[in-house]
């Protein structure tokens, strides 16, 4: 298996946390000289191929995968069409638990729900649900999200702490009401987070 193909793959399912030169060279055995030269070579070859949709960018210490500038038009009308109203269910759990835990990691989303992650955060920014709010101090400095403005508007809440407790959920699927988001589908999920903090 090639160095390059190791390393976009890599960059892919790591998402907008991306990934360090030291991590990368530890994860395919390589030094990282040879990595960072197999990096700048993938870089050039998404750059001359028209065909490619993909970059590479580097932040702060990191390397991560990225679409080219000339699609950022396509992408934006992509996750503001209708095709894109309705979030998928992994969706709505990350955006769960990162209204009701943040500011969060992606390493710690995927801890709670037991799955990758990255696609489902990904498509959460570009719908302008969450946002980076800092980073984590230490090694990897991984993004911390929270949800934005938007997030507020997007379900009629003046503040998170407006969001509905568990026991409110439980309350109302009792009484068969029909409710929002977080109203009917995600009682089971707040109840694991509230779980896990009590432990």
Not at 81 to 110: C, D, F, G, M, V
Not at 137 to 142: F, I, L, M
């Amino acid at each position: 298996m090639e160095i390059a193909s190791q390393i976009e793959a890599l960059l892919f399912v790591a998402g907008n946390e991306g990934l360090t030169l030291n991590e990368l060279a530890h994860m395919t055995h390589q030094t990282t000289a040879d990595t960072y030269d197999c990096i700048i070579q993938l870089k050039e070859t998404y750059t001359k191929d028209e065909t490619r949709a993909f970059t590479i960018l580097e932040v702060g210490d990191s390397f991560l995968l990225s679409t080219k500038k000339e699609f950022a038009s396509l992408l934006k009308y992509y996750a503001q069409s209708s095709i894109n109203q309705n979030l998928s269910q992994a969706a709505l759990e990350s955006l769960s638990i990162i209204a009701y835990k943040q500011p969060i990691t992606r390493a710690e989303i995927e801890d709670m729900r037991g799955v990758q992650s990255s696609g489902s955060i990904q498509k959460l920014v570009a719908r302008r649900l969450i946002e980076e709010k800092g980073r984590v101090e230490g090694p990897g400095r991984a993004i911390l999200y929270g949800t934005t403005a938007y997030f507020l508007d997007y379900f009629g809440l003046k503040t998170v702490d407006e969001l509905p407790t568990v026991e409110k959920l439980e309350e109302n699927a009792e009484k068969e009401i029909p409710n929002d988001l977080f109203f009917d589908r995600f009682k089971d999920q707040f109840k694991k987070i509230e779980e896990q903090d009590e432990n």
